[in-house]
């Protein structure tokens, strides 16, 4: 008979929103990048997604792994998915394997739930935090001796942006050169602590599912883009080197040009693709209208704008700036057409970032 034990183990992930970004898979098999990418780890106090892992003998092995998101079954089948689930059992098969008096978890069907508390696959780097959270909540069910890494590597097979979601504050995503896909994981460039006044204010523009998905888009932009080699080969190494002096130097005005700049670089490419992709739209163009308003009414650069797969906008800015960037940001927004009705949808307020996990 079958042991009706369940083995449970919970945990929630942050957002983060890549100020250099991650566009264009190397190997699409092992989700490796053309490109290496930077990003800041919001606070989870407002966006996260929280996900229970369990197993159990007395699950039927006919039902297989599963995944619940947010309330609808989900499909597990996918190789992304898929290669999540085999690096962690084996890793849990190799603790079993040292240790027979260990309860034989690797072999019993995995049940995860994964609730997003924002909109999913919107282009609010729902796939960021959903993997981050699915791997780590999986890691801890099974009692993995693993590092932030470590967990790191494994999580960017579900989702490249995932890798970054393992880290606190400043985080960067090393494409690497293995062919393995070893060397591909994200470090952090900095502690939260080290530029703590950093905020970020979300504007939800629509939180409707994306029409072409991260995965499908970046891969239709490597195959079809001039441009994107101009990207991949200079624009971005160049950003990457300027980010990072920028975070350690907490230069505002760089860090701001530098995120606005790989924004438009990146949506360039993607309307560079054959046929275009088009992720911002009316209202998203009247928020970079808005961020250069505000920073030409101050003299200096106080905002920062930044747009994922999606229509909906990350403002950076920092706590000292609040009422001249969110004060005005609603003033200013207020006299565009569109505006009013995108506002109806939620403002989302200001969040701080999140100092690790
Ligand atoms: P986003 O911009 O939100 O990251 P993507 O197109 O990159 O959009 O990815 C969306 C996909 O990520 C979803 O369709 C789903 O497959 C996966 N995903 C989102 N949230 C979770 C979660 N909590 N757990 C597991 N997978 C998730
Ligand atoms: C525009 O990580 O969602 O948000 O690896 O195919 O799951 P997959 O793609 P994903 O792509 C994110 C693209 C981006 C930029 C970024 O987060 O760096
Ligand atoms: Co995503």
Known sequence: MASDTVYRASTTAPVNIAVVKYWGKRDPKLNLPTNSSLSVTLSQADLRTLTTASCSASYPSSDGDSLLLNGEPSDVAGAR??????????????LEAANPSLPKLSAMPLRLVSENNFPTAAGLASSAAGFAAFVRAIANLYELPASPSELSLIARQGSGSACRSLFGGYVAWRMGDKADGSDSMADQVAEASHWPEMRALILVVSAAKKGVSSTSGMQQTVATSGLFQERITKVVPQNMDLMEKAIKEKDFAAFAEVTMRDSNSFHATCAD???????????????????????????????????????????????QDTEAVVGTFYHVLGEIDGWKQASLKGLKPSMSLDGGV
């Open 273 to 319: 693709t054959y046929p275009p992709i088009f992720y911002m739209n009316d209202v998203s163009r009247a928020a970079i209208r808005a961020v250069e308003t505000i920073n030409a009414n101050v003299g200096r650069t106080v905002a920062a704008y930044t747009f994922d797969a999606g229509p909906n906008a990350v403002i950076y800015y920092l706590e």
């Open 81 to 94: 998915t898929q290669a999540c689930f085999r690096e962690l059992r084996s890793r849990r098969a190799a």
